[in-house]
């Protein structure tokens, strides 16, 4: 007999890379969910009412309990829906590396490759470069296997999803060349991997719709510093 | 075969104390390594060489980086006893993201408490008050934001109780009254071993703190004396001429203006390049400002000015 896990809920946007990560992990889990599309420039009561700190996507409601930051929401996902398609490792260690590495990813690659795409500064710009590069240099180290989760996607991969889809279009739409495959071979191959994933491609959002959101960002950003 | 459990840690660090108080709560035996951040020991760049920070728990020769993730993997192989996490899913997720608010929120609103001036000090002032009412809401009758025992959320906030008399005296703060809810339970946290142990007197962060403030501020004005000696022999090269290249600009006219207009024109640093100090040399750049060539170039005073203020975030953050 199927287990009832409950009623979940999830709110996110269609641009919003940290919804796309808690959206992966439910679909790679099979769970039944309903979805609230929000307008983050209009945002719900219901919103505001589940996640009143930060007032942003995603949030997960399990049996009309709030979870809000992508991060926390995917370790609960990963408890509660525990047997199908597990994204910590078992061995605590492990596990300590994989919160190490998906908050490396927050806390320096996207910060840096903002920096990187969008600043009017031409010093902050290439400061923002290097500073990726550094950093993309410590996760191809890392990469042993075909995943950062080993021979499936786990939680580093799943808070890498900015690199193997929103990276590449930013690139795209800022002329930006960060993530090669002749530096970044491992890296280049991991994204392509994890972008070609059967469940992962039908929750990615269309690509032309991302590079052009990012095309009329910067082009905001260099109009602004006029 | 007994664990070797190996902690790097700076006694002042609010991250380091939420280890030690872990590793204290388990009863766990360690030792305790004091690094000196001004030259990190080989050990320190070898188990953190990504972050190069403290604190770094090293077990049986593993490290495991960053406070958060140290005391949930303290609290996950010693599991035997005093569980800092909540057992039910969704308690440890909030138990989760309450901690990591304290992360986005107390340090920088901290720091920038005691290296701010005017408007920037008042509204971290402000802010910092309303993040600690907010968290008292969130611990609403509770003993411990962990229920009747010390949690994750009681440990990941409470070393900063260590900054408290620093960030009064700076700040012109009295938390004590405004927050007296929050006060309560950081002395009730206090009561514990595992807590007292682990935490430095306030006193004792306090005059490091203001150590640091006091460096940081000797630094400026021995740096600020350097540049006034420099363009002190800048000023006996100029002589009577009107420009470094004569009748015209020159190469060292080039050179010098930006640097000149920085401190002068847009006023950053409290305008300790002013008429009293170096007349000629004040005088001198009225005459290139006078220039098209020069004036033109200038950026917007409002850009200089965010763009000063942007790098001094960045070097602060490094």
């Known amino acids: ?226 | 075969m007994a664990d070797e459990v190996i902690l790097l840690d700076f006694w002042p660090s609010p991250f380091g104390m939420r280890v030690r108080i872990a590793l204290a709560e388990k009863g766990i035996k360690y030792e305790y390594k004091e690094e000196d951040l001004r030259n990190k020991s080989p050990m320190l760049l070898q188990m953190n060489p990504v972050h190069k920070k403290i604190p770094v728990l090293i077990h049986n020769g593993n490290p495991i980086c960053e406070s958060l993730i140290a005391v949930q993997y303290i609290d996950e192989v010693w599991n035997d006893k005093n569980p800092l996490l909540p057992s039910d899913p969704y308690k440890r997720s909030q138990a989760r993201f309450w901690a990591d608010y304290v992360d986005k929120k107390i340090y920088d609103l901290g720091r920038k408490i005691w290296t701010s001036k005017g408007e920037e000090r008042e509204g971290a002032k402000k802010e910092f008050i309303e993040v600690l009412k907010l968290l008292e809401e969130q611990l609403g009758d509770k003993t411990y934001f962990g229920g009747d025992k010390l949690g994750f959320v009681d440990i990941a906030l409470v070393p900063f109780y260590t900054w408290f008399k620093a960030l009064e005296t700076f700040g012109t703060l009295n938390i004590n009254s405004e927050c007296p809810k929050f006060v309560a339970w950081a002395n009730r946290c206090m009561q514990k071993e595992s807590v007292s142990k682990s935490l430095p007197d306030q006193n004792q962060v306090f005059d490091f703190i203001a150590d640091v403030k006091k460096n940081e501020g000797e630094e400026k004005e021995a740096a600020k004396e350097e540049f006034l000696e420099g363009v002190q022999l800048l000023k006996e090269q100029l002589g009577d001429k009107p420009y470094f290249g004569g009748d015209n600009l020159g190469l060292v006219d080039v050179a010098l203006i930006p640097f000149i207009c920085y401190y002068h024109n847009y006023n950053i640093c409290d305008n300790f390049i002013n008429e009293a100090r170096c007349p000629k040399i004040i005088a001198w750049s009225k005459r290139c400002t006078l220039k098209q060539t020069v004036s033109k170039l200038f950026p917007e005073e409002k850009r200089a000015k965010e763009f000063v203020s942007q790098k001094r975030k960045d070097l602060k953050n490094e």
């Open chain 1, 1 to 226: 007999m199927a287990k009832d896990y409950g009623e979940v809920k999830f709110f996110g946007t269609v641009g919003s890379p940290f919804a796309k990560r808690v959206q992966i992990a439910l679909d790679l889990k099979g769970v039944q969910y309903t979805y609230f599309e929000e307008d983050l420039r209009n945002k719900s009561e219901l919103l505001l009412k589940y996640n009143p700190i930060h007032k942003k996507v995603p949030v997960l409601v399990h049996k009309g309990r709030p979870l809000a930051e992508s991060l926390v929401i995917l370790e609960y996902i990963d408890e509660i829906w525990g047997s199908n398609h597990p994204l910590l490792p078992q061995q605590p260690y492990d596990k300590a590396l994989a919160r190490f590495w998906s908050r490396f990813i927050d806390d320096k690659c996207l910060p840096a490759i903002l920096k990187a795409a969008f600043t009017a500064n031409k010093e902050e710009r290439e400061k923002g470069s290097e500073e990726s590069l550094e950093a993309l240099e410590y996760l191809e180290n890392e990469l042993k296997d075909k995943f950062f989760g080993g021979e499936s996607i786990g939680l580093v991969d799943i808070a890498a999803s900015y690199l193997a889809f929103w990276l590449p279009a930013i690139e795209e739409a800022v002329g930006l060349k960060l993530l090669t495959s002749d530096k970044f071979p491992k890296l280049h191959k991991w994204g392509q991997e994890f972008t070609n994933h059967p469940v992962v491609k039908k929750t990615l959002p269309q690509r032309e719709k991302v590079v052009g959101f990012f095309k009329a960002r910067y082009a905001s950003i260099i109009a602004a510093s006029k």
